[in-house]
């Protein structure tokens, strides 16, 4: 089958018509003297429009063996939210330094991933480590089929090296915990009543402790039916960190609700597994093992 053939076959499974028609509506939309009233719906249907615009493009523009093996690979993801812009969550497992080592090195490369995919990412909570590293991340990474192409991550990480925050320069073995959920487009679509909800502001600082990104605004809410905690700290405006916070607490309950079944923890959330042996994904050994 030539390349024509293929990429006429991909507009029907991409569903390149809908999407143009899509754009259509929404670039009407955004003639409206309103559109920027309600800011937070606008900036939600621009990203929409963005990526719209991404996948119709690089469909157009697809011409060689490789561009149209990346659109068929993109076609592959039906799932229901394969599309949707994906929240990555790390977690430092237990072994101190070592493991919060590990979750910051994991951190930078999604990072470096998501610059690599020409993606939009952006750090919405981070808990420095004690020593080194990081506890904690939440990192929002916006592109086409970004949460159908990450989803497969979200497991436990696992790391052998030999340490260099042991003297005796010994090999330790380092876990970190992935979780990843796709970001829903309507928060309201999850009832979230407002006693089942505790929020807590905090300070928080900045990427590994430093005192000028020190800032009194940070959100943590507490789902309390299902003991779901979110955090929100990018924003220097506590009410945008908890509509933030909001809008991740709703797309990690639309994730339990949806996971009424193992399959489905698996397809939506990914299992959840505690961060030690026997759990892991994916191994990392470093030099000379």
């Keep these: 089958m030539d390349i024509q053939q293929r990429k006429q076959n991909l507009y029907e499974k991409?569903?390149?018509?809908?999407?143009?028609?899509?754009?259509?509506?929404?670039?009407?939309?955004?003639?409206?003297?309103?559109?920027?009233?309600?800011r937070e719906k606008a900036q939600a249907i621009t990203a929409e429009l963005s990526s719209l615009n991404n996948i119709v493009r690089h469909f157009s523009e697809a011409k060689t063996e490789g561009e149209i093996e990346k659109l068929e690979?993109?076609?592959t993801f039906t799932g229901e939210y394969d599309e949707q812009p994906a929240l990555l969550s790390i977690h430092a497992g237990a072994g101190g330094t070592e493991s919060q080592d590990w979750a910051e090195m994991l951190l930078r490369m999604y990072e470096r991933f998501a610059q690599n995919q020409g993606f939009q990412y952006q750090i919405l909570e981070i808990s420095a480590g004690e020593e080194a590293g990081i506890k904690s991340a939440t990192l929002k990474i916006t592109g086409p089929y970004a949460f159908g192409i990450l989803k497969g991550e979200a497991g436990v990480h696992r790391l052998v090296r030999l340490?260099?925050?042991?003297?005796?320069?010994?090999?330790?073995?380092?876990?970190a915990l992935v979780e990843i959920v796709p970001e829903i487009k309507d928060e309201k679509a999850v009832e979230i009543k407002p006693e089942e909800i505790r929020v807590d502001v905090y300070r928080s600082r900045g990427h590994g402790g430093q005192g000028v990104n020190t800032t009194d605004s940070a959100v943590r809410i507490t789902h309390l039916p299902t003991g779901v905690v979110v955090s929100c700290q990018n924003e220097r405006s506590q009410l945008q960190n908890k509509a933030t916070a909001m809008k991740v607490l709703a797309s990690r309950l639309l994730a339990l609700q949806k996971a009424q079944k193992g399959a489905e923890i698996r397809q939506i959330r990914g299992e959840v597994q505690s961060a030690g042996w026997g759990n892991q994904i994916r191994s990392y050994v470093l030099h000379p093992y």
């Design 163 to 175: 340490s260099p925050f042991d003297a005796d320069h010994a090999r330790h073995t380092s876990f």
């Design 73 to 75: 690979l993109q076609a």
């Design 14 to 38: 991409l569903k390149i018509g809908e999407k143009e028609e899509r754009i259509a509506d929404i670039q009407k939309t955004m003639e409206s003297p309103d559109f920027w009233r309600d």
